[in-house]
């Protein structure tokens, strides 16, 4: 009803409604399925995300943006794949470059 009434934004507490067993991450796609259907301009800003995988789930289903915490964001950067690569690539210079 919001979108229909022109809002800017929408916002559903996805931490939240996952809360209560509701998922929503399922919510966020089928409001961005529905807007896309019927043309709503109204984007969806994914609120009370709680991690980083949050951030990404409520991108792929369709989230325009998001509010959380720098914790979530700074997760993002931190893998432990990437982070034995780092190392292996620095060790592999300072063996080239003493």
């Not at 720098?70 to 470059?97: C, V, W």
Request: aromatic share 8%; net charge negative.
């Amino acid at each position: 009803m919001a979108a229909k009434a022109g809002a800017t934004y929408v916002s559903p507490f996805i931490g939240r409604i996952d809360d209560t067993n509701w998922d929503g991450m399922l919510l966020i796609k089928e409001m961005a399925e529905i807007y896309a259907i019927q043309g709503y301009e109204t984007e969806i800003l994914a609120a009370s995300i709680r991690s980083s995988r949050h951030i990404v789930e409520a991108a792929k289903n369709g989230a325009d943006v998001c509010t959380c915490p720098l914790s979530a964001i700074l997760g993002m950067l931190k893998h432990p794949l990437t982070d034995i690569g780092l190392e292996q690539f620095l060790a592999d210079y300072r063996k080239g470059n003493g």
